[in-house]
C-alpha cells in the first residue's frame, strides 16, 4: 500500500463505516437511551461506495476493522476534545471508575523490585476469605509467572481481575513460609470508593474528600455527612480538588443536600438536546450547614457543576485555584461490537447562565497544554496573572461578579505551595522513594504493627523511631545520595509524606488525609478563616 493510500484510507474507511454501524442502541450517563438514525444523504451514500471500492477492488488486502479503529479517532479529532472513541477492550477499564465495582480478587498491590507485593488486602473481599495476607508477593496467576522488570501494571490487572464468580490460582511466596502457596480465589465484586475520606479536622470542621463522580459517590457522600453529623459537624469542606468529573446525576444529587426548593442547580442545552433544568428540591439534609468548596486546575466537568451552583447560589466559599474549565457534556453511545463512543450532546450552564468551557479552536494539542500554559505563565502562584473579559462577566444575586469561560474561579485564591521543595526532594518524589520506602518499613515491621487500626496507635509507634535516618539509608541504596542540606529544608515534607503513607498501607485514607492535611496551605486558611 503507498503512502497517499495510507494517509486518506483510514478517515475514507471510518466515514464510511461509521455511517453503517451506528445502528443500535447505545447507552446515555446523563439522560435517557435512543438510537441513532443514519443520515440518508448523498455524502453517506457516496462514502459506502468508496468503501465497497477500497474492500473489494484494491490491488492489496485491506483489513477494514483495523483501518477502521485508527481511523474513527481521526475522525472525531476535529471535535471538542472530550468526544472520544473507545475500542471494545478498553471499555470495561473506562467504565470502571465510574460503576462504583469491578470484578476482581480485591488486593491492593505495588510493583516492588520487580515482584507484584500485597499492600493491603479489601475486608470482606475474595483475598480475604481465600487466604492472602498484606505483605504476601503474588508470583503465579493461573500458573503465568507475573515477576520480572517487563511485567507491567495493566498486565497484572488483567489476569487478576475477571468476570464475578470466575475461579484464579495464585501462587504467593510468603515471608517465614519456605515453599510457595497455591491459593484458589472466587473474583467477587470489588468497590472502588469514589469518596476518599470523611473526618472531623477539629471539633467543629468536617472534611469530605471527593475524587470523582460514579454511580456510588451520592450513597458514599451522603454515608460520609452522616458520619460527621453524629460526630457534631459546624462547618463542612467539601474537597473537589484533582476531581476530574463523572455522571452529573452524581453532582446534583449531591448539591441538592445544601440548596433550598427552586434553585437552579444547573442546565444543559446543546442542536439536538432541549434545554433541561436541575432543580433542588428542597428535601436536602444540609440546607443550613455552612460548605467551603476547594477546587484546582484539575478540578473539571461535574466538580466545576458543583462548586458553581455553591458560588452562583451565594451558598458557600469557593477556595484554591482556577478549574479546569470543561462544561461539555457527553453521552456514552455503545456500538454493536462492544465499542463505544463518548459524544458531546451539549453544553452545561451555571446559574447564573455562564458556560466555563475554556476554548478547543486552537486543536487539542494545544488544549492539553493548557494547564502547562498555565504553570508557566505564573497562574498558580498569582491571582493577577489570571484575566477574564468583561463580557463573560455575570452577577450572582446577591451581587457578587463572577465569569464564565475557562473555569471557576475562587472566591480566596490560594497560591501553590513549594516551601521546602529541594532538589532532593524532587529527587525522591520522581522516583517514588517516599512511597516505596513506606512500603519497605511496614512490610519488615509488619509484626509489630499488623493489628493497628487507629491512627493514634500509628503516631505513637512511629514517634521515637529513627525513620529519616531509615529512609535516607534506602534512598541511597536506591541511587539517590543524601544531600543534608536539601535534607534539612524538605525535612518536614519528607517526614509527613512518609507517616502518611505508612499510615494508609495500614489503615487506608482515613490514616493518610489527616496526616498530609499538615502540608496543605489552603486547609490552613480554612481553620483559620472567619466567616
Known sequence: MNNKMKMFLPILLAMAIILGMFINSFLQPHSTSG????????????LDAVLNMIVEDYVDTVSAKRLVEQAIPAILKDLDPHTVYIPAEDLQRFNEDL?????GIGVQFIRYRDTVAVVRVVEGGPSEYGGILAGDRIVKVDSIS????????????????GPKGTGVKVSIVRRGVKDLIELDIIRGSIPVASVDVAYMINDELGYIKVSRFGATTFHEFSKGLEKLKSQGVKKLVVDLRGNTGGYLSAATNMINEFLPEGKMIVYTEGKSQAKTDYV???????????????IDEFSASASEIFAGAIQDNDRGKIIGRRSFGKGLVQEQRMLPDGSAMRLTVARYYTPTGRCIQK?????KEAYDNDITKRFVHGEFEKKDSIHFADSLKFKTPAGHIVYGGGGIMPDVFIPVDTNGYSNYFRELNRKGLIYRFAFHYVDVHRSEMKNFTKLEEILAYLKNKPLIKELTKYCQEAGVKTDKKGLNSSLEIIETQTKAYIARDLIDDEGFYP??????????????MKD
Not at 460503576?99 to 470484578?103: H, L, P
Not at 496526616?515 to 483559620?528: A, C, E, H, P
Request: with cysteine; net charge positive; charged share 25%.
Open 359 to 363: 476554548s478547543y479552536s486552537k486543536g
Open 280 to 294: 433542588s428540591t428542597g428535601r436536602g439534609h444540609c440546607q443550613d450547614l455552612p460548605i467551603v468548596i476547594l
Open 35 to 46: 438510537v441513532f438514525k443514519s443520515p440518508a444523504s448523498t455524502a453517506s451514500h457516496k
Open 146 to 161: 507475573i515477576v520480572g522488570p517487563d511485567i507491567n501494571d495493566d498486565f497484572i490487572m488483567d489476569k487478576l481481575k
Open 99 to 103: 460503576k462504583g465495582n469491578f470484578g
Open 515 to 528: 496526616i498530609i492535611r499538615k502540608l496543605d496551605n489552603t486547609i490552613d486558611y480554612v481553620i483559620n
